[in-house]
């Protein structure tokens, strides 16, 4: 499996403010995937976005965003205009291009206060 | 939208006992896998299947087995529930090299 990392374990942020979360990961391969997916307390996992390596752009999806620098093996996640329902624990995901399987970082805890 | 079911939320077994975790899918997916998740350990892989009655172990698959006899339908065994199984077990599904579909979970504590 490959290795995904979360050097986060939890964090914290006002309402309406931005955070950042971190992910770092070690791979051979050229080209693969990278997503990001929430886990609120009620704990389904949901898909929040997916960047394909190959692709030189940062993907966003409304108030998230990342910021994938292929050359460090980084890929961190931006939450702006942090909600209440934003609060979860994220997790960093990496998948190969001719691969089936997730490999996982250990998840961030991420608490928007009011 | 997908759908991803587990049979139970919660569920508590003796040790010793064999348990079966149920998942479905509706979205005819190809690929389908069975998750646990630990505290401070992420989504660890124990089983994941790509195609009826096809299957591979995943980082951790000891003291587990699956069945997959239906598309639709992935099951996790545990043939002698221990003590160090208690876990929530996650189940997932995707179409082939894709973005992966979680169910809720199911919350196994074995006594």
């Known amino acids: 499996a490959q290795t995904v990392t979360q050097s986060q374990p939890e964090m914290s942020v006002q309402e309406a403010e931005t955070v950042t979360l971190s992910c770092t990961y070690d791979?051979?391969?050229?080209?693969?995937?990278l997503f990001w997916y929430k886990q609120p307390p009620s704990r389904q996992m949901i898909l929040v976005i997916r960047q394909e390596a190959y692709k030189q752009q940062n993907a966003t999806e409304n108030r998230f965003s990342v910021n994938f620098q292929k050359a460090a093996k980084s890929f961190s996640l931006k939450i702006s205009d942090s909600q209440l329902g934003d609060t979860a624990m994220y997790f960093c995901a990496f998948m190969g291009a001719n691969d089936y399987k997730l490999s996982f970082g250990a998840g961030t805890t991420v608490t928007v206060r009011a | 939208d997908v759908k991803v079911t587990q049979s139970s939320r919660y569920l508590v077994k003796r040790t010793g006992e064999k348990v079966f975790l149920e998942c479905v899918q509706d979205m005819d997916h190809e690929n389908m896998f069975w998750y646990r998740q630990d505290p401070g350990l992420g989504l660890r892989l124990i089983y994941f299947s790509y195609d009826v009655k096809m299957k591979e172990k995943g980082d951790i698959p000891e003291g587990y087995s699956v069945s997959r006899e239906k598309k639709e339908r992935f099951s996790l065994i545990l043939e002698s529930a221990s003590t160090n199984q208690t876990s929530m077990y996650l189940c997932a599904s995707s179409p082939i090299v894709s973005e992966q579909y979680f169910g809720p979970g199911t919350r196994l504590t074995v006594t």
């Open positions: 791979t051979s391969e050229s080209n693969y995937y």
